[in-house]
């Protein structure tokens, strides 16, 4: 063979070699990980039923499409719940199926600040697992120092975009003890609308018309007008609304709001680029420890009542209300790190089936199994922010129309 | 009065002679090749009767303080003849020795005689790697490679296979200190880790320390390879050629004034899309390409002073670009009630480049014969960037979309150092000295920019550029150590570096103190104990098992502290048996802001500060090696075992394994090297190296649990035991080569015929959960990713 063709020969081996990079199937030898006992609770103090959900690991499948075989998680148990050395109560949930992947015990014993508590699961096949705990204390002198409107506020958003909303800027203290000490805070609205009020209507319900009022698109109450003594006259429709305090604001207040602590307004990097979220809104006393803590955050505001009006000529506007709630709540170290977790889950960055990584592990404090049970002590507080009259359809600056439907901003 | 005279003779000769015998003298001079004038490093020089000795330094030079008098000189170096010089000492000499090349010896590797043998010296955890056990390693692709040889040293872990990424005794793969004739190199390798960029030609000496770190070493935990680059020949001009089957080499070194000025010029570089051609499609365009340049002037001013100037460059470069003219898109236009067909052209590709440009400037001076001293300068600057684009043009209406983007990353360091050697007794040789750095990180800089026009608009041009501050560092060492000989069996080698790390108006102060200890407790028996304290003040960011040029360098900062680590180690060492070196040695290592990824986390597609990212925490690492070394004859070799154990544990709030121990990732619990080469004839070499590795660690998981979130809904999620709960199956490969010369008068030929994994075992470089083609996850089955099977190779070179 000729020296150019062996080098060819040759060249094409490596080549062929080295592109090839090979994979190949191999069996998963493990532990079996699969059918361990999981509890998992959130047992808030002060509150008459509490759920705890019992299930089992199963194995990671697929059929048609990727899903769990949450039929195998389901395990019959016994929950039994003692409250300073005191069993409490005793429950078993053979009928109580709250969905398909857990059996869910609904508990009654209420729990109060430094309780200790002990929770035994046991399950029809033997298994066992338990947790103890205290709750946590109260939060002192929680305080909403100041609720104010902050109109067209352009701010970053997780991703890092842009954007220009109507905000609250939420300002709230309270006290803190010294101690190792971890929190969550969560922001709710409630709203109201009184109307008229004084004979201050800015418009009369007519005769003869629909008319459908639409609280924040979350609920709507039609009624026609078609009686001649309702119509023209004084009438008052009061709507109330009221959201279930969430995680769902921005944190980026005075100071910025991480889950490592409280962080001064100087910090180096800028929260909403970071790629892990404080998501569920934790933070420990780290930087307050023993002395007052104040922050403030944002949530957005939108007005409580969206018009939907099949008239031009109606100027509707009630009187309104709203309050804003904060809830902190005192949560166990345990807790707080595995909040953290949850964080680092919900980032853009992370994906449980990284080939490069592998999947973070979830922390536990079940003895004898997995999953969790957390203590939470929540202390409430709420203000109203604001109140006045709506404005008048024509006179909202904030104002477009879709064709027979006219929505009105806040002046 | 004869009786007088005769004892006052006496008297007086006593006299002298005891005042002779109290006078020391000092020996000194440069130790050099004969027939190249290349300074040797490393060279012994023992006292016959005395038995005191010193070791050629860095440059050549070496000095010995001996008692006046009758004194017999031993010169001895690997691979040279041992030369022999006896003489009446009365006064402070010089003595330059020039030693024969034993071209004829049959030696390929370490140490010709017992007492040059690296286990008689101070330092343990410690090997001379000579060009020749790297030319003897089997090659890779036709190459053979520095830290493919150090990988097979027991104690050193390879990364994924093949690659010249390693961990030393439960080390991260950036905490290896590796010198370029003293300036740090950041990014050594090219193809994704298959080569370094170091090619043996340009090498003249290189040393590898595990443990037992001298005080002049400073700023990773881990190891320290110093490479010393050739200086050229003062004599003769010479070189070689290489050509292999995806890369080739040059070298060429001489005089440019004969015994006065030399030059040494290296080269490499590759045609590996010229190979991969033909494979590829008429459409794409693929390139890949890497070259090294390694260049070194070396002027003697006089016997006193000398001046070095060398340079490496290299880059590497892969682009690739795709074009799709004229292909067809179909749309439904509501307003024309019809669907239209857009005539499209579509261009877009990618092109990124990295590389090292080192330079530096150094002056030897000898102040005395006791005191020599060498000044560098540096300048190191390692770069990276990349651009993609992605052009779209509506053929016949009059729109187009253009969007580039380019990311950038560099690093850029410039510094000084004046090390002095300094031998004012026959018991001590004292080095000191300091230096100074000045880093500036530019870590990431990004722009995007997009161009378009439709119909209905004008041309719209937009850029955007992002750009990290940039981060400055001071660094500042001072150092100092003593190998100081007490009596004949205990050398004792006492040393302390101080270093600050300035960053972020945040300085960091580091005590590093060091110890060694051997003693000798007969002629086949030696004892020896170490300990060392080291600090690390930058850190590698990688997302891939295997190199990336957008593995990320970056300092410390205000919130991530220096890495520390302190190493004890413990040897004994026995060369009873002739030709034949054993040793044992147990180490324990403590690492402390030791870096890891968080849970789940990687460098690959974040945005944002990467030390959101990692968290500090504590290392373990523990470990016993058993080496059998044959150092002399036409067989040589060794075996090697390494047991050792290796843990990670974090704190709670770091997000990594919820703060409970877990073994580090390349945790291998067995390591065995086989090394054999066989010189049948002056035509024929054999070489041959199996590695066998107990399986790396990864984080695996087959079942699923619920978890609750904090607003009360239940999740589901992977049920993770433990971080790093699987290990991989275990890794082993034999790599065969065969040298075959012919031998002119001018010239010299050689073939080189290689196999890397000759019987082809599918070495696991990582692995992922398996998935079918709709990406669900399927129980119980992993895929397995090698990188490298079997890959023969051949090489021809020329030397003249």
């Known amino acids: 063979m000729k020296f150019r063709s062996l080098y060819i020969y040759i060249a094409s081996l490596a080549v062929v070699a080295l592109f090839n990079a090979c994979r190949h199937d191999i069996d998963l030898e493990m532990d079996d990980t699969a059918g361990v006992l999981c509890v998992n609770a959130i047992l808030t103090a002060d509150t008459a039923e509490n759920l705890i959900y019992v299930s089992k690991t199963v194995e990671s499948s697929s059929q048609s499409g990727y899903y769990i075989n949450y039929g195998k998680m389901n395990v019959n148990s ?57 709750v946590p204390k109260h939060v002192a002198n929680l305080n909403i120092d100041n609720v104010a409107l902050a109109l067209g506020k352009t701010y970053k958003n997780d991703r890092g975009h842009t954007e220009t909303d109507n905000m609250f800027n939420v300002s709230l203290s309270f006290d803190d003890d010294g101690g190792d000490n971890f929190y969550t805070l969560a922001i709710g609205e409630r709203d109201s609308t009184v109307s008229p009020v004084n004979g201050q209507l800015f418009g009369r319900l007519l005769s003869g018309r629909y008319y459908s009022v639409s609280w924040k698109s979350m609920s709507s109450m039609s009624f026609y007008v078609n009686d001649d003594e309702v119509a023209n006259k004084d009438t008052v429709v009061t709507y109330a609304y009221e959201t279930k305090p969430t995680f769902e604001y921005y944190s980026n207040g005075q100071p910025p709001l991480t889950d490592e602590e409280v962080q001064t307004s100087a910090a180096d990097d800028d929260v909403a680029l970071m790629n892990i979220h404080n998501v569920y809104k934790t933070f420990c006393n780290k930087r307050f420890a023993g002395s007052k803590c104040n922050l403030s955050v944002y949530s957005k505001f939108q007005l409580p009542i969206t018009y939907e009006c099949s008239y031009t000529d109606f100027d509707y506007a009630p009187y309104y209300y709203c309050y804003q709630t904060v809830v902190v709540s005192s949560i166990s170290e345990d807790y707080y790190y595995y909040i953290k977790v949850l964080n680092t889950r919900s980032s853009d960055t992370y994906e449980d089936n990284s080939e490069l990584t592998g999947p973070a592990r979830i922390p536990s404090n079940i003895t004898g199994g997995v999953g969790n049970i957390f203590l939470v002590t929540n202390t409430t507080a709420t203000v109203q922010a604001l109140n006045g009259w709506h404005p008048k359809r024509v006179d909202s600056p904030i104002y477009y129309d879709e064709g027979d439907y006219y929505y009105y901003g806040l002046r | 009065m004869k009786q007088n005279r005769f004892v006052v003779a006496l008297a007086a000769l006593s006299l002298v002679s005891g005042a002779m015998a109290q006078k020391k003298v000092t020996v000194s001079g440069h130790i050099v090749d004969e027939t190249s004038k290349e300074t040797i490093i490393g060279a012994t020089v023992i006292e016959q009767s005395t038995k005191q000795g010193t070791v050629s330094n860095a440059f050549g030079f070496y000095s010995i303080t001996l008692p006046a008098g009758s004194a017999t000189l031993n010169y001895s170096y690997v691979g040279f003849d041992n030369q022999q010089h006896k003489l009446t000492l009365s006064r402070d000499t010089t003595i330059n020795i020039s030693l024969m090349s034993a071209a004829k010896l049959s030696e390929v590797t370490v140490t010709a005689t017992k007492k040059d043998a690296g286990i008689h010296s101070t330092g343990m955890g410690s090997m001379d790697v000579p060009v020749q056990m790297i030319e003897h390693t089997p090659s890779l692709l036709g190459e053979t490679d520095l830290i493919r040889t150090i990988q097979l040293t027991p104690g050193v872990q390879q990364g994924v296979g093949g690659a010249s990424s390693f961990y030393v005794r439960g080390g991260n793969g950036d905490e290896n200190l590796i010198l370029l004739d003293g300036t740090p190199v950041y990014k050594i390798d090219h193809l994704f880790g298959f080569f370094s960029v170091f090619t043996p030609e340009a090498i003249k000496k ?212 004046i090390d002095f050697d300094y031998m004012p007794h026959p018991q001590h040789t004292i080095k000191f000295g300091a230096s100074y750095l000045y880093h500036d990180f530019a870590p990431e800089t990004s722009s995007s920019s997009v161009n378009m026009k439709n119909k209905e608009s004008l041309p719209t041009d937009t850029s955007v550029t992002s750009t990290s501050k940039d981060i400055y560092a001071h660094e500042l060492s001072l150092y100092a150590e003593d190998d100081w000989l007490i009596g004949d069996r205990v050398h004792v080698n006492p040393g302390f570096a101080f270093t600050i790390f300035s960053v972020q108006g945040k300085v960091y102060k580091n005590y590093q103190p060091r110890l060694s200890v051997r003693y000798v407790i007969s002629d086949d028996w030696t004892a020896k104990a170490a300990y060392s304290q080291m600090a690390q003040c930058v850190h590698l960011l990688t997302s891939m098992p295997i190199a990336m040029p957008t593995d990320l360098w970056v300092p410390i900062n205000k919130t991530l502290k220096p890495e520390r680590a302190q190493q004890v180690s413990l040897g004994a060492y026995y060369t009873g048996v002739e030709d034949w070196e054993f040793s044992v040695e147990g180490f324990y290592k403590k690492l402390n802001n030791v870096i890891e990824y968080k849970d789940g986390m990687s460098f690959m597609g974040f945005s944002g ?77 054999l070489d041959a190296s199996w590695m066998f590795y107990s399986g790396a660690c990864a984080t695996i998981t087959n079942a699923q649990q619920q978890y609750i979130k904090p607003d009360g809904h239940i999740g589901y999620a992977p049920y993770v035991p433990s971080r790093n709960n699987y290990r991989l199956p275990c890794s082993h490969l034999l790599n065969l080569g065969i040298n075959l010369h012919k031998r002119r008068k001018n010239y010299e030929r050689i073939w080189n015929f290689s196999v890397y994994n000759a019987y082809n075992y599918m070495n696991p470089a990582f692995v992922y959960p398996k998935t079918d083609d709709s990406y669900n996850v399927i129980e119980g089955k992993l895929t397995k990713v090698t990188i490298l099977p079997i890959i023969p190779s051949a090489t021809l070179t020329y030397k003249f």
């Open chain 1, 78 to 134: 016994t929950v039994s719940v003692y409250v300073n050395g005191t069993l409490t109560e005793t429950v078993d949930n053979k009928s109580m199926i709250d969905n398909v992947s857990s059996m869910v015990h609904r508990i009654k014993t209420v729990f109060h600040e430094d309780d200790f508590v002990h929770i035994d699961v046991t399950t029809e096949d033997g298994q066992k697992a338990s947790f103890e705990g205290v």
């Open chain 2, 206 to 417: 290189v040393t590898f320390y595990k443990s037992s770190f001298p005080a002049r070493y400073n700023g990773r935990t881990s190891s320290v390879v110093d490479i010393r680059t050739k200086d050229g020949d003062m004599q003769n001009y010479h070189g070689c050629v290489s050509i292999g089957l995806l890369t080739s080499r040059l070298n060429l070194e001489g005089p440019i004034v004969k015994d006065k000025t030399s030059f040494s010029v290296s080269a490499r570089t590759t045609y590996f899309s010229a190979v991969a051609r033909p494979f590829m499609s008429d459409d794409s365009k693929f390139s890949y390409w890497f070259y090294d340049l390694n260049a070194k002037l070396n002027h003697k001013f006089s016997d006193n002073d000398r001046i070095y100037f060398g340079l490496y460059n290299g880059q590497d470069k892969m682009a690739d670009d795709y074009k799709d003219y004229d292909f067809q898109s179909q749309e439904f236009d509501p307003e024309k009630d019809a669907t239209i067909t857009h005539h499209i052209d579509e261009a877009y590709g990618s092109d990124l480049k990295w590389g090292n440009t080192i330079s530096t400037l150094r002056w030897n001076h000898i102040f005395s014969q006791r005191l020599f001293a060498n000044t560098t300068l540096s300048y190191n600057h390692y770069r990276m960037r990349l651009k993609s684009y992605d052009y779209f043009t509506y053929k016949d209406e009059d729109y187009y979309d253009r969007q580039s983007s380019s990311y950038h990353s560099e690093i850029i360091d410039k510094g000084g150092s």
């Open chain 2, 609 to 685: 500060s990467w030390s959101d990212l990692v968290a500090m925490g504590e290392g373990f690492s523990k470990g016993v090696e058993f080496l059998a070394r044959k150092t002399i004859g036409k067989q040589t070799g060794w075996l090697s075992y390494t047991l050792s154990k290796t843990d990670r544990k974090f704190s709670r709030d770091s997000g990594v394994n919820n703060g409970e121990r877990f073994p580090f990732t390349y945790d291998r619990r067995h390591n065995v090297n086989v090394v054999y080469s066989i010189k049948f004839n002056e035509k024929v070499e």
